[in-house]
């Protein structure tokens, strides 16, 4: 649904999307993960239509963004960043405005304004100027206009940024609900938010694709992917180390001392290696008194933070 290839988009000597190509398709839910000036937005402009890239190509649904604007257009929902509406203007105003922008009128108009105005929760505030609603609700009354015209290929710009959380469960439940049907890019700096509803994830740095799988995926890269650890009562000191690391496939042990009158040994595998059955083995063998044992999936900020250069600057600094 979305062919994009080679990428770029310069402003002046800065390079802010830098050759970048990938594909998405129906059912997939594609976010974009990476820090602050990634250029997350600008491809999304790109992609929109908003902005015209410095060199590449994107189709959607089969039109070249470049060559058929209009029909390519026709087929997005945009969501763009801090989701813009006209203040003086009402919920309704607005949406009957952008029906007839998107070519609806009469009763098709007003069947696609209720279902848009249903499905993203606004039926209250409907008469009410969009500068008195609050926040949340601004961001409703973008992302009812982004859906207006039950479009194929949705393209949403942090569509949950300053909702509070029943609203952010709200939105990523209508995601969901929609992506059967479409193909969907969401950017997001919230790690949750991928695992919660994206089938695929990107971390972009620096207007490169530094990572592009599944979340799950993506958190076996981490270095707690299936790492074990194990609580054992102070008393046994650090003693246990040295038995831990004997273990087969075990490439490294660490201690976090002491909370609750516990020690907290956390094994780090080679090679993502399963490790928990033979730690609760050696346990059992040793006669240790387990307080806790769990293994991890990995940890998606850490992958984050490896992956991506301005963290990973922080994380220099502070070491
Ligand atoms: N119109 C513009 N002129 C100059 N630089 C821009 C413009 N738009 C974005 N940039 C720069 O491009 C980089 C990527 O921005 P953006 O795509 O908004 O990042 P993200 O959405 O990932 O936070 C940033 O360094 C930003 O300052
Ligand atoms: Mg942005």
Same mark, same amino acid.
């Given at each position: 649904m979305i062919s994009i290839k080679n990428l770029v988009k310069r402003f002046g000597p800065f390079t802010a999307v830098d050759d970048i190509s990938f594909d998405v398709e129906k059912g997939e839910v594609l976010g974009f993960l990476g820090p602050n000036g990634a250029g997350k937005s600008t491809t999304m402009k790109m992609v929109t239509g908003y902005l015209s890239a410095t060199s590449g190509t994107i189709s959607v649904c089969g039109f070249d963004v470049e060559e058929a604007p209009l029909e390519a257009r026709r087929a997005i929902g945009y969501l763009p960043e801090g989701a813009p509406a006209y203040p003086d203007m009402t919920p309704m105003e607005f949406l009957s405005f952008i029906a007839s922008v998107r070519g609806l009128s009469g009763d098709e108009a007003m069947k696609a304004i209720d279902k848009a105005a249903d499905r993203t929760d606004l039926r209250n505030v409907m008469h009410q100027p969009i500068e008195t609603l609050s926040k949340g609700f601004k961001r409703r009354v973008g992302l009812s206009q982004a859906i207006l015209h039950d479009p194929p290929v949705l393209i949403m710009d942090e569509?949950? @940024?300053?909702? @509070?959380p029943n609203q952010k469960h709200a939105v990523r439940g209508l995601i969901a609900d929609m992506a059967k049907e479409k193909a969907i890019v969401i950017s997001t700096h919230i790690l949750e938010e991928v695992e919660a509803v994206c089938t695929r994830a990107m971390i972009i740095d620096q207007g490169k694709i530094v990572a592009d799988g599944t979340p799950a995926e993506l958190t076996a890269k981490s270095k707690h992917h299936n790492a074990v650890t194990i609580a054992l009562p102070e008393s046994l000191g650090e003693a246990p180390t040295d038995t831990l690391k004997k273990i087969d496939g075990v490439s490294e042990v660490r201690v976090d001392k002491g909370a609750n009158g516990e020690n907290r040994f956390t094994i780090f595998p080679k090679d993502g290696a399963v490790l928990i059955e033979k730690v609760s083995g050696q346990a059992t063998a040793a006669g240790w008194d387990v307080k806790a044992l769990y293994a991890e999936e990995g940890r998606l900020d850490e992958v984050f933070r490896t992956l991506t250069t301005s963290d990973a600057e922080i994380a220099g600094r502070a070491s």
């Open positions: 569509p949950t @940024d300053g909702l @509070d």
